[in-house]
């Protein structure tokens, strides 16, 4: 990998990196110098293929199976990263799942999981990996515009744990600036992906209020993680960068 990268020599954890915005997190990570582990549950096959991808234009990447809502998964997973390349640079929290429905009508059992994936597996990949981390360390965390802007109906378990991400997000600005450790939050608006495709009912109802005219790719949200876990970015922490075509304007 060319050293005048700027992510060169940096080791990277995506967490949900197989698919959508968060494949497209890591290959842009591992494009930038990073060598990248991504986390996965149920799409080995698409987790290898985005490693096939990077390690095919000359990058070095690992899968590891690890459901983000089993506290122990994830803690081995970063465990494993950290044997295998003796430090952990970068986390960018990105797993998350969405549970749609009427507040009352949502069991209980959905609840607890989406709590488990996007809130609870969160604080287990950050507190783990800062067992590795050192100065200058970079955690970034995938939250939603839906914190800024609820945009319809039925979003309400799934805003509750984005807007539990953004709070986190703030207090460890202040437990980790002393270590010269950043950490931001990257809110996507509509963004294509599995959970929501370009093509979905939900695309159909918020697309003409996207101020670019377009629904957002993965990209677009790659681009910005990767501006935060780079040098550049040394002096940004605590910030939560909207990037959603101007959709929350």
Known sequence: MNSTLPLSG????VTGGSRSIGAAIAKRLAADGASVAITYNASPERAEQVVDEILAAGGTAIALA????DPEAVRSAVQ???????KVDILVNNAGISVLGAPEEIAFADFQRILAVNVTGLFVATQEALKHMGQ????????SSMVQYAAFATASAYTLTKGAVAGFSRGLVRDLGPRGITVNTVHPGPTASDMNPADGPVADFVRPHIAVG?????HDIASAVAYLASPQAAFV???ELLV???FTA
């Open 10 to 13: 940096q080791i990277a954890i």
């Open 66 to 69: 690890a459901d983000a809502g």
């Open 80 to 86: 494993q990263v950290a044997a295998r390349f003796g």
């Open 136 to 143: 200058g360390g970079r955690i970034i965390h995938i939250g």
């Open 214 to 218: 377009r629904y957002g790719e993965g």
């Open 237 to 239: 922490t605590g910030a």
């Open 244 to 246: 959603d075509g101007g």
